[in-house]
């Protein structure tokens, strides 16, 4: 699946939800019914710095696509950095890299936020993509 339709198909299944709070409500839902990350991927290795929360982020290259997992202690937090985590995952490190897109501006959803939480949200992300261009670029060449 294109990253783009699969970002699509993620923020659509949330769209039809007019409420904005009722859309935040079925993030916190949806990432409750994810596993936890295992104790062994919620330590320093992989939390995310910049975070007022307790947020990891796990991150994996299979067959050319990246994957995330993220977990966070706050039910609110976890939904948020879960919903970056699939909105990112099995995509290639390419797509992720010139992916503009930022779910929780389209789903109305930042403006919700605290300031904390945004910066910590845009960590997550800043993370994400840290590990796409690490990855599509392994020897550290530019």
């Not at 295992?38 to 995310?48: F, I, T």
């Not at 609110?76 to 990112?88: E, I, P, T, Y």
């Not at 930042?110 to 690490?134: P, Q």
């Amino acid at each position: 699946m294109r990253l783009a339709a699969h970002q699509y198909s993620l923020v659509e299944e949330l769209m039809h939800l007019e409420d904005v709070q009722e859309r935040l409500s079925a993030i916190v839902e949806r990432a409750r019914r994810h596993p936890r990350l295992p104790d062994e991927q919620r330590g320093p290795a992989h939390r995310v710095p910049g975070c007022s929360s307790n947020v990891w982020l796990a991150s994996e290259l299979r067959d050319g696509r990246c994957y995330f997992r993220a977990d966070a202690d706050s039910p609110v937090v976890r939904g948020l950095v879960a919903l970056l985590a699939d909105f990112f995952s099995d995509a290639k490190p390419s797509e992720i890299i010139a992916t503009e897109i930022d779910p929780l501006e389209t789903l109305g959803l930042v403006r919700m936020l605290s300031l904390t939480r945004r910066n910590g949200l845009a960590a997550v992300r800043k993370a994400i993509v840290a590990f796409a261009v690490r990855v599509s670029n392994p020897d550290g060449a530019h």
